[in-house]
């Protein structure tokens, strides 16, 4: 089991453009959660999705968006980029229903930087 | 709101020191606090949570709800200890969400 792999490991996009992350979960996980971590800073929760539904949102603005699909990968995207996104993008997986509630697995992340 | 507090950004100690990183939360619920590590070129991960109450690599935390506290513990620090700990609080319910403090960067030295 590869755990939770994100695409690309990194990128360069410029002010204004879209951007789109990609995550695989752990195999038997149902759960995604993105993160947002700044140089410096912890991780910041952007939302989480369940059943191909948005469950929980973070405060960040409505050009974050994002999906889940069937077999559970997820994806991120951000619209009009702004230098304030360059961070590290973290995908978490997870199964609902585990003992003792859920365990996160994080991947190595998305290094995102906006120019 | 809820918030989770590291006074600590750097933290050095020496091999078989003993170790304590701080960690404070705010919450009004019940909480559910973890520590995530990340050592070097890796990536983060769960080293325990306080439902679970398990010594792993030797830390404990304890979570003290009257103090708003959950630190982490080890009695004697050793050099592979050093990484980034980040404490997080869960809440939300069954959609939950985690807010993470800032970290610390704990150094052993030889």
């Known amino acids: 089991d590869a755990g939770v792999t994100q695409s690309p490991t990194h990128l360069i996009k410029t002010r204004g453009q879209q951007v789109t992350l990609r995550c695989s979960p752990k195999?038997?996980?149902?759960?995604v959660s993105w993160y947002q971590q700044a140089l410096g800073q912890g991780p910041q929760f952007i939302f989480q999705?369940?059943?191909?539904?948005?469950?929980q949102r973070g405060n960040f603005p409505d050009r974050f968006s994002g999906h889940q699909f069937p077999n559970y990968s997820s994806e991120l995207n951000v619209n009009a980029l702004l230098l304030g996104d360059s961070a590290l993008y973290l995908c978490?997986?997870?199964?609902?229903?585990?003992?003792?509630?859920?365990?996160?697995?994080f991947g190595s992340g998305t290094q995102l930087s906006v120019l | 709101a809820q918030r989770v507090t590291q006074p600590e950004k750097l933290l050095s100690v020496f091999k078989g020191a003993p170790v304590e990183l701080k960690c404070n939360y705010s919450?009004?619920?019940?909480?559910?606090l973890f520590w995530y590590v990340q050592y070097s070129r890796q990536r983060l991960q769960l080293l325990l949570r306080?439902?679970s109450r398990e010594s792993i690599k030797g830390f404990t935390a304890d979570l003290n709800k009257g103090e708003t506290s959950f630190h982490l513990k080890k009695p004697f620090a050793q050099e592979e200890d050093s990484a980034m700990y980040y404490c997080?609080?869960?809440?939300?319910?069954?959609?939950?969400?985690?807010?993470f403090g800032k970290g610390t960067l704990l150094t052993v030295n030889p």
């Open positions: 997080a609080l869960k809440w939300g319910g069954s959609n939950y969400k985690l807010t």
């Open positions: 978490a997986s997870s199964f609902r229903g585990g003992q003792l509630g859920e365990k996160l697995f």
């Open positions: 919450y009004s619920g019940s909480p559910e």
């Open positions: 999705y369940y059943e191909e539904e948005e469950r």
């Open positions: 195999s038997g996980h149902d759960t």
């Open positions: 306080h439902i």
